[in-house]
C-alpha cells in the first residue's frame, strides 16, 4: 500500500510569486485535504476536496486554490505569494464514508517565501 | 477563537513510565477525535481515534479516553519509551461544515528520558 507523497520537498519562492504543491493519495482514499502548519502551531485546514470537488473550506483568502483529479491526486496553488505563507504545507488523504474519517498525512513541502 | 486546546506545550517523563498528554474542545458538534505523532521534518502520524459514543478506545501502548462532559480527552502511553518522544496533536472533526475538516490543538511535546 502506497502512502500520502508530496513534491517538492523544499521550495524558495520570493514574495509576489505563484506556487504549485503535489500530492498523491494514499491508494485507496478519494478525498484529499490541504492544511498549513507554521512553526510551533498545529496545523490548519485550508480546504478538501472529493470527487473533484472543493468539499470544504477554511479561513483562507482566493489566492489559495486547489484541484484534485480523476485519479485523486491533487495540487494547492497559492498565487501572490506574502512573507507569511511560510510554512509547512500538509496534504492528507481519506477514505471518504461517513464523515468521521481518518486522514493520513504526507511528509510536507516546506515554503519559504523571502 | 481556538477550539482545540493542549494547555501544555511540554511534557517530560521517564523511560517505562507512563505518559498522559491532555486536550481540551469547546464545540459540543465534535464527534470524532485522533491523536497524531510528528518528528521534524515528517509529516503527522495517526496514533489512535476515538468517536463520542465510546468512552475509551485502547491500541497496544496506547489508550485514548474522552470526557464529553468535560470535552476533555486524553492519551496515555504507557510504558513510555524513548521513541515516543516528538510532538503530539490532538484533533478533532465533525459535521460542522462541509468536508470533515481536523481542528488541531497546538501540540505537547514529550519527552522520554532513558
Known amino acids: 500500500e502506497t502512502g500520502v507523497t508530496q513534491s517538492p520537498t523544499h521550495l524558495i519562492k520570493t514574495r509576489g510569486q505563484q506556487v504549485t504543491l503535489r500530492c498523491s493519495s494514499q491508494s485507496g482514499h478519494n478525498t484529499v485535504s490541504w492544511y498549513q502548519q507554521a512553526l510551533g502551531q498545529g496545523p490548519q485546514f485550508i480546504f478538501q476536496?472529493?470527487?473533484?470537488?472543493?468539499?470544504g473550506r477554511g479561513n483562507f483568502p482566493p489566492r489559495f486554490s486547489g484541484l484534485q483529479f480523476p485519479n485523486y491526486s491533487s495540487e494547492l496553488n497559492v498565487n501572490a505569494l506574502e512573507l507569511d505563507d511560510s510554512a509547512l504545507y500538509l496534504c492528507a488523504s481519506s477514505l471518504w464514508t461517513s464523515g468521521s474519517d481518518t486522514q493520513y498525512f504526507g511528509p510536507g513541502t516546506r515554503l519559504t517565501v523571502l | 477563537d481556538q477550539q482545540v486546546k493542549q494547555n501544555s506545550p511540554s511534557l517530560s517523563v521517564q523511560e517505562g513510565r507512563i505518559s498522559i498528554l491532555n486536550c481540551d474542545y469547546t464545540n459540543s458538534m465534535f464527534d470524532y477525535f485522533l491523536w497524531y505523532k510528528k518528528y521534524p521534518a515528517e509529516g503527522p502520524t495517526f496514533l489512535i481515534s476515538?468517536?463520542?459514543?465510546?468512552d475509551k478506545n485502547e491500541d497496544g501502548r496506547f489508550t485514548v479516553f474522552l470526557n464529553k462532559s468535560a470535552k476533555h480527552l486524553s492519551l496515555h502511553i504507557v510504558p513510555s519509551q524513548p521513541g515516543d518522544s516528538a510532538v503530539y496533536f490532538c484533533?478533532?472533526?465533525?459535521?460542522?461544515?462541509?468536508?470533515?475538516?481536523?481542528?488541531f490543538g497546538g501540540g505537547t511535546r514529550l519527552m522520554v528520558k532513558p
Open positions: 476515538i468517536s463520542s459514543i465510546k
Open positions: 476536496y472529493y470527487r473533484e470537488e472543493e468539499n
Open positions: 484533533a478533532a472533526s465533525g459535521q460542522i461544515n462541509a468536508g470533515n475538516m481536523l481542528t
